[in-house]
């Protein structure tokens, strides 16, 4: 098991925009949001703490949906996902509690939209951990002749929530503080889980570091997809932030 914290993470306006409903950080409405999205950006970056675990596992498919992951624990999935896959990258990752308990702070005294865009701040700021994650995924697994898969995270369409309990047993969550409630549901909530197939030759091959709703095995039914706001977003180069 592997432990790994980024400290450069950009959180960028336009995505928190986005990810508060707003078209656009140049239209005429979100100008509006501009003073709230600046402070409450730079409160946030002084807020998280973005914290990681990993680990490399072995995976085969082992029926009709369903694979095994490390050898002994059968998991519901997408199981066209994970042919041509003998490993996969589990990972929990989080920002941490400070960040939500400041938003939890404003809303209590009813300072609402501070509360509201610090809240999208923190969700960009996870966005943007995953990509980093991701990056550093492909390029291990590149460097070593093979192929990565799609991003999956259990409770989306392709593997169900109950296999965070299997990401928990084999992931020790506690090293970065984030804690598996019996509704499945992880403290700090702004934290995920990821797994992403490894393999020679992957039926479903996702060989890009970037993170693009194009390439999302979410698409269809994500309420934020930038699809929808009508921007897809930019391809990030080596060396510049990525978003997700
Ligand atoms: S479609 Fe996928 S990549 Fe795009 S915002 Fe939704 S979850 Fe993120």
């Known amino acids: 098991m592997q432990r790994i914290e980024w400290k450069n993470l950009n959180i960028d306006p336009s995505e928190v925009y986005r990810r508060i409903g707003m078209p656009d950080a140049d239209s005429k409405r979100s100008q509006n949001f501009k003073p709230y999205v600046e402070q409450m950006r730079l409160k946030a970056l002084g807020l998280i703490e973005v914290r990681c675990i990993y680990d490399y596992v072995p995976v085969k498919v082992s029926g009709s949906e369903e694979i095994l992951l490390a050898n002994q624990y059968p ?7 994970f042919e041509g896959a003998a490993e996969v990258l589990i990972a929990i990752q989080t920002i941490g509690f400070r960040l939500e308990e400041e938003s939890a702070r404003l809303f209590e005294v009813n300072e609402m939209l501070d509360g ?31 192929q990565t898969g799609h991003n999956l ?12 309990k299997t990401i928990f047993a084999l992931l020790d969550g506690g090293e970065i503080g984030v804690t598996l409630g019996e509704s499945l549901v992880m403290s700090p909530v702004k934290s995920h889980t990821l797994v992403i197939p490894v393999g020679q030759k992957l039926s479903k091959p996702n060989l890009s ?36």
């Open 75 to 81: 998991v519901k999935a997408a199981t066209s996902f």
């Open 116 to 146: 509201m865009v610090l809240d999208g701040c923190g969700t960009v700021a996870l966005d943007e951990a995953l990509e980093l994650l991701r990056g550093m995924v492909v390029k291990d697994v590149s460097a070593r002749g093979l």
């Open 153 to 164: 995270c259990p409770g989306g369409y392709q593997i169900p929530l109950e296999a965070q």
């Open 209 to 244: 570091c970037a993170i693009t709703c194009e390439m999302c095995v979410d698409q269809q039914n994500c309420s934020h997809s930038r699809l929808k706001f009508g921007k897809p977003k930019p391809l990030a180069t080596d060396g510049e932030k990525r978003n997700t």
